[in-house]
């Protein structure tokens, strides 16, 4: 898709530019301002409003009434659609803990879907593998009867796919080191759901794990004698850490402290959101779970666990900027830039070359207008 967008208020280069972006075939092709334009390319005035990259949600179940576990092709059309109307122009499904029967079969949606997407909505990059390995201590929401020790040979299975990009693996179960050493040369490998000590999160860093799930939730906190895998992933600069930035799953002082230890380089908000997102307070499902939302938090039906979230990228947006006190220009790395580079992919930037994937936000943040490859996919009515 060709495009001219005049008049926009840029996040370039960690600043704000006025400038003109032109867009041919989907990527980013130049930067003028008051200049001639392209023949017969479809002109976007933004009238000054912001003009940044489209946020990369790499941790998400569901949303709009659609579980991953459970989604088509229609309803991960309906998931796409809603995650632009919040801003989104990429994410990864994640796939909560299921048989390797299922699972096979929620990857083979997904390729599908992937291999046909239609325009509309945000783009699915793959699928994120949250299980089968993860420990049972710090199950939160998985099927304990599905979790497994080490398999490369299963997860070897699943890689053939060719649409997983992402797992999480707890390091201290059986096999879990060879595991991540196998993973680590194919894919972004996160630490969570575990109750590792710290001695053996650090050997999983050491064998190839670049990321930690929903840090802070479903993992061993820190103990004065004993920091555990929390106290690793906090220490050591080279891992991302994803963040619920709801200020449910983690209390904003701790947000603050995982922002003066990691910066705004190595933080990548995600929503962890669930079929229940955008939908009213009733009962859903999370893969196997029943599910209650009711004020704005999940849980499963019969426990007090909590059961992922309702949250939306812009929304995470507002809320770091409350809980940190911080610029738009320091938050925005967080929610696109991160994830690009963790992933490899040539988004999450205003860079020439960089796919044509943007968020238009209003003087209030909310999103007016989300472009995937050069398309406008959301118009806020």
């Keep these: 898709m060709n495009l001219w967008i005049k008049n926009a208020n840029a996040y370039i280069d960690h600043r704000f530019v006025k400038t003109d972006v032109y867009v041919l075939n989907g990527k980013i092709a130049d930067f003028r301002r008051d200049c001639c334009a392209f023949e017969d390319v479809p002109v976007l005035d933004l009238k000054g409003a912001y003009l940044v990259p489209g946020f990369i949600d790499i941790h998400t179940h569901g949303a709009a009434g659609i579980d991953v576990n459970a989604a088509d092709g229609e309803g991960f059309a309906k998931m796409a659609a809603f995650f632009a109307s919040k801003g989104t122009t990429a994410f990864l499904a994640s796939v909560l803990t299921d048989s390797p029967e299922h699972t096979t079969q929620i990857l083979e ?6 291999s ?25 929401a998985m099927p304990e009867a599905y979790l497994k020790s080490g398999d490369t040979k ?30 680590a040369q194919h894919i972004p490998v ?30 061993r906190g820190l103990d004065r004698t004993e920091p555990a895998i929390l106290g690793a992933v906090l220490e050591n600069e080279d891992i991302a850490n994803e963040l619920i930035a709801d200020g449910k799953h983690v209390h904003p002082a701790n947000i603050r402290l995982l922002y003066r230890l ?32 009711s004020g704005g938090e999940v849980f499963l039906s019969d426990t007090n666990t909590r059961a992922g979230s309702v949250l939306t990228m812009d929304r995470a947006l507002r809320n ?26 040539n988004k999450g930037y205003i ?29 806020q009515k």
């Design 109 to 114: 949606q997904i390729a599908l879907f992937k």
């Design 116 to 140: 046909t997407q239609p325009g509309g909505g945000a783009s699915l990059l793959g699928a994120h593998l949250e299980g089968p390995f993860l420990a049972a201590a710090k199950k939160g």
């Design 154 to 183: 299963l997860l070897g299975r699943y890689l053939e796919s060719g649409v997983v990009k992402y797992i999480t693996i707890a390091p201290e179960i059986e096999g879990a080191q060879p595991l991540i050493a196998y993973a």
């Design 190 to 219: 996160a630490l969570g759901h575990s109750a590792a000590d710290y001695a053996t999160a650090q050997k999983a860093i050491s064998a190839g794990a670049k990321a930690a799930t929903h840090c802070f939730n479903a993992m």
């Design 262 to 293: 990691k910066g705004n380089k190595k933080v990548m908000l995600i929503t962890d959101s669930i079929q229940a997102a955008g939908m009213p307070d009733g009962q859903y499902r999370l893969g196997m779970n029943d599910v209650t939302l």
């Design 320 to 345: 770091i900027l409350d809980f940190l006190d911080i610029s738009l220009e320091e938050a925005l790395p967080m929610l696109c830039e991160n994830q690009a580079e963790l992933f490899g992919l």
């Design 351 to 379: 860079r020439l070359g960089y796919d044509a994937d943007f968020t238009v936000l209003g003087n209030d943040l909310t999103p007016l207008k989300t472009i995937v490859g050069g398309n406008v996919v959301f118009e």
